[in-house]
């Protein structure tokens, strides 16, 4: 198991960037307040599975941690959830943007930002990496028109960490036991989101980590564990 994306390169943390730091003893010494992490890939990468057991392993370290999904992280979210997957009529890509941005509004609110600013480590299942992905290469919707929405939202908001779980779309889909309205989309459709994850890590060297997500959860975790710790300290 290997990681395929470049070096990280020190710099200031995002969210440190963007909010003064947390206040004193809101995590243990050992780990940086407030950081944000998300995991990115098509489905069945394996990324459900791999923030639960980094959130696992940042708390058996003495990490805060607040995992969440998008979309779905909320009350809200989980109804929004289901209008985007799990009905089997179609919907036009445009109402997939704004459904998207919707739910990580919700989710930003009342989860991702009062979870930072109390300096706690917010582990979340994709985030706006995916919209870029999935309904601007899959979908074809401008990338300029997901940005200006992006930032209408979320003022341009990142993870200071994104990790990027990489195998060929025929491998992911094949390991789904079900699939929602989404992945139901024909095999082409997850090679060009698969791609343009791809092209977000190039674009985004020091944010954005290739992983090789081929092989097994156990070799997935033990390639990313010793990363994240020390990124997170």
């Not at 779309?169 to 997850?190: N, S």
């Not at 977000?200 to 954005?208: C, D, K, L, Q, T």
Request: aromatic content about 6%; overall charge neutral; proline content about 6%.
């Amino acid at each position: 198991m290997r990681l395929l994306g470049p070096a990280l390169q020190p710099h200031l943390p995002l969210t440190a960037q963007r909010r003064p730091p947390a206040p004193g003893g809101a995590t243990p010494a050992a780990f940086a307040a407030g950081r944000f992490l998300s995991i990115e890939g098509i489905s069945g990468a394996g990324k459900t599975t791999l923030v639960r057991r980094l959130a696992a392993a940042l708390e058996e370290r003495g990490a805060s941690v607040v995992r969440t999904r998008d979309p779905g992280g909320t009350h809200v979210g989980r109804a929004i959830r289901a209008l985007l997957l799990d009905q089997p009529r179609p919907m036009c890509p445009e109402a997939e943007v704004a459904l998207f941005f919707a739910d990580r509004a919700q989710n930003l609110d009342e989860v991702i930002r009062p979870a930072l600013e109390a300096g706690r480590t917010v582990i979340a299942d994709r985030f706006t990496d995916s919209t870029l992905a999935y309904q601007g290469a899959g979908r074809g919707i401008s990338r300029e028109l997901i940005l200006a929405v992006d930032q209408a939202i979320t003022g341009g908001m990142r993870p200071d960490l994104t990790l990027v779980l990489d195998v060929p779309a025929e491998v992911g889909l094949a390991r789904l036991r079900r699939r929602d309205r989404i992945e139901r989309e024909e095999v082409h459709f997850h090679e060009r989101v698969r791609h343009e994850f791809l092209e977000i890590a190039s674009e985004r060297f020091g944010r954005v980590i290739v992983v090789d997500a081929t092989g097994s959860p156990d070799e997935v975790f033990e390639s990313t564990r010793d990363l994240v710790w020390g990124w997170f300290r």
